[in-house]
């Protein structure tokens, strides 16, 4: 992890995929902070220049090992993890993106900061207390409003400047 993710000094974008094929959705075990050893959705930093979806399909397959094409946007969170002294320890902008689980390829394995990864019944997931609150908080909203996002076409824009 880098250094300047604990006590940034301003929110750090980040992509999260989330796969969910009938009852299950698809979890990894986190290898590192924040959340170390918490089932989560597979996903990390946005790189500069790079588009939601790629960024989603890039860390759903280092994480994972598959492949699948992303549908939309299915959630923003703004996870701000303070200290005890109330300082901002972890400052993560997260856009959540929902994946066609009909369109999967690959093998299943645990990849780059990935300990593990598995299927999880969506239940299971929501009474587990190795699972992440963000990943029951998204649960929760998938069973409350049904799996509707936003989509991804026009959500990238770049500007060349002297173009």
Known sequence: MSLDRLYPKFAIATVVAVLISGDRVL????????????????????KAGERLSEAAKRELKEETGIEAEPMGILWVLNNIVRDPDGGVKFHYLIVYVLFDSSSVKGELRAGEDARDVTWLKIDEALDSPNVSRTVKRVLMRIKKFGLTCLPLEGVDHEVVEGG
């Open 27 to 46: 979890l990894v075990e986190r290898g590192h902070p924040p959340g170390m050893g918490k089932w989560a959705f597979p996903g990390g930093v946005i």
